[in-house]
């Protein structure tokens, strides 16, 4: 059992963003496979929008105890409970056997200050042809007190999340995500500075920017966004 306690207080109100959950994970699903561990899957929030089409089994690894009771009911609510298992602790504490096709990390890895190490740490874990996937906040400069408060170390930009690249691991892709959502974002580090969006605030971002994001980033060739995804894989052994 770890003593870890997540210092943030965001996770049930970014569980009611359903549109931008659907629209990142649409562009992650081709990506999962076969055994999926989801590092720092909280409360479950995430899961139910990645699982679908995944047959091998799941592992949500989540360091604070209080959470990983609540991910282990999420977990019941999906069904097939044998398939579905909720650890606590990180990957450094699973068992030395464990071995997984698909390592994700869903807005984690800016919580994590050895980012470099954690995903050597995970690439170990990965079989060949295996894939770790990371979704992250993006630009630095965007960095507010709610990132602060909610414990982020950094956000990402292309050339700082490639210089934490697993060693022997390919770099498949890496685009950014949610275009418009940089507009909103940058208004709350130049003029509100909150430390937590309101209900509201969330309910307008997710109800009526990411539905205008989706068509203007493939426009834009996802150059633009205020996430980043980037994949790796794991070559032939």
Request: charged content about 25%; aromatic content about 10%; overall charge neutral.
């Given at each position: 059992?770890?003593?870890?306690?997540?210092?943030?207080?965001?996770?049930?109100?970014?569980?009611?963003?359903?549109?931008?959950?659907?629209?990142?994970?649409?562009?992650?699903?081709?990506?999962?496979?076969?055994?999926?561990?989801?590092?720092?899957?909280?409360?479950?929030?995430?899961?139910?929008?990645?699982?679908?089409?995944?047959?091998?089994?799941?592992?949500?690894?989540?360091?604070?105890?209080?959470?990983?009771?609540?991910?282990?009911?999420?977990?019941?609510?999906?069904g097939r409970e044998d398939?579905?298992?909720?650890v606590c602790g990180t990957?450094?504490?699973?068992?030395?056997?464990?071995?997984?096709?698909?390592?994700?990390?869903?807005?984690?890895?800016?919580?994590?200050?050895?980012?470099?190490?954690?995903?050597?740490?995970?690439?170990?874990?990965?079989?060949?042809?295996?894939?770790?996937?990371?979704?992250?906040?993006?630009?630095?400069?965007?960095?507010?007190?709610?990132?602060?408060?909610?414990?982020?170390?950094?956000?990402?930009?292309?050339?700082?999340?490639?210089?934490?690249?697993?060693?022997?691991?390919?770099?498949?892709?890496?685009?950014?995500?949610?275009?418009?959502?940089?507009?909103?974002?940058?208004?709350?580090?130049?003029?509100?500075?909150?430390?937590?969006?309101?209900?509201?605030?969330?309910?307008?971002?997710?109800?009526?920017?990411?539905?205008?994001?989706?068509?203007?980033?493939?426009?834009?060739?996802?150059?633009?966004?205020?996430?980043?995804?980037?994949?790796?894989?794991?070559?032939?052994?």
């Amino acid at each position: 059992m770890s003593d870890f306690r997540y210092v943030g207080s965001e996770l049930d109100l970014f569980a009611e963003a359903t549109n931008w959950k659907t629209y990142w994970s649409r562009q992650l699903n081709s990506f999962l496979s076969g055994d999926v561990l989801e590092v720092g899957a909280g409360i479950g929030s995430n899961t139910s929008f990645l699982c679908n089409g995944v047959t091998g089994r799941w592992v949500g690894l989540e360091p604070d105890p209080d959470l990983a009771v609540q991910l282990g009911e999420s977990f019941k609510n999906l069904g097939r409970e044998d398939r579905f298992q909720n650890v606590c602790g990180t990957v450094l504490t699973l068992g030395e056997d464990e071995r997984f096709d698909t390592i994700v990390y869903i807005d984690v890895l800016e919580h994590i200050e050895d980012d470099a190490a954690e995903l050597k740490a995970a690439a170990a874990r990965l079989r060949p042809r295996g894939r770790i996937i990371v979704l992250s906040p993006a630009h630095q400069w965007l960095f507010t007190p709610f990132d602060s408060s909610i414990g982020h170390f950094r956000r990402y930009n292309r050339s700082t999340l490639k210089k934490v690249s697993p060693p022997d691991l390919v770099l498949e892709r890496m685009f950014y995500l949610d275009a418009c959502g940089t507009m909103a974002s940058a208004a709350n580090r130049l003029f509100l500075k909150q430390s937590m969006p309101t209900r509201s605030q969330i309910g307008v971002w997710d109800k009526w920017i990411v539905p205008v994001s989706k068509v203007v980033d493939p426009v834009l060739g996802y150059s633009v966004g205020k996430s980043i995804i980037g994949i790796w894989r794991k070559p032939e052994a």
